[in-house]
């Protein structure tokens, strides 16, 4: 199957700054989401990206599905921005969960 | 709030029992997805259904079924559970080949 791996796997960052997380998908897909998972286990939408670039508030995401990765970007990070973030792809009726960043914003 | 309903919220039990898991999808949906949260892991896939009929399945036994309902809820049912069958559950909805929408998840627990 589909190998989808982000990086990177741990985050601490300051409040306020800015970081990027990628993820990588080793076949074509025909969907890719991100998510971010709250401690109480929701996965909270925030992109459904299948391509190009999107933005919402202080995030923002593209997508380049012919070099096969996705990035989010967190502007001005919060302390509640902590979590994990997950991308995932639908390929062949078939959906694929990467392996998650723990991002800890610290004040 | 995604309008995916999941229950129970938590649910203890015992190796060898059978568990059922129910998910209400969010109005106008006629697709859900089964995933399986170990502790410390991304989510897996589990099978989906799309208008009633099973349309993909992910590497898990048999043992693992499922059933989507006219108004397009969901069970998800497991026999014979496995201390390792200790999870989040989760259950997501959409239009077929749209955006997934997650409920809140059962942790299921076998002893």
């Known amino acids: 199957g589909i190998q989808v791996e982000q990086s990177p796997p741990d985050l601490i960052l300051q409040e306020g700054a800015n970081s990027t997380l990628r993820c990588n998908f080793s076949?074509?897909?025909?969907?890719l989401q991100w998510f971010h998972q709250n401690p109480w286990g929701q996965l909270i939408n925030l992109f459904y990206?299948?391509?190009g670039t999107k933005q919402n508030g202080r995030l923002s995401a593209t997508t380049v599905a012919t070099e096969r990765y996705s990035l989010l970007y967190i502007s001005s990070s919060q302390t509640t921005d902590s979590g994990v973030y997950f991308c995932?792809?639908?390929?062949?009726?078939?959906?694929?969960f990467g392996t998650g960043t723990s991002l800890t914003v610290i004040p | 709030e995604t309008g995916v309903t999941q229950s129970p919220t938590h649910l203890i039990k015992t190796r060898g029992q059978q568990v059922t898991l129910r998910c209400s999808s969010q109005?106008?949906?006629?697709?859900v997805s089964w995933y399986q949260q170990a502790l410390g892991q991304g989510p897996q896939f589990i099978f989906q259904?799309?208008?009633?009929?099973?349309?993909g399945r992910g590497n898990f036994p048999p043992r693992f079924s499922g059933l989507q309902f006219p108004n397009y809820s969901s069970e998800l049912n497991v026999n014979a559970l496995e201390l390792d069958d200790s999870a989040l559950y989760l259950c997501a909805s959409s239009l077929r080949d749209t955006e997934a929408f997650f409920g809140q998840g059962t942790r299921l627990t076998v002893v």
């Open positions: 995932a792809v639908e390929t062949g009726n078939q959906f694929y």
């Open positions: 076949d074509s897909v025909n969907n």
């Open positions: 990206i299948p391509s």
């Open positions: 109005s106008g949906h006629n697709t």
């Open positions: 259904y799309y208008r009633e009929e099973e349309n």
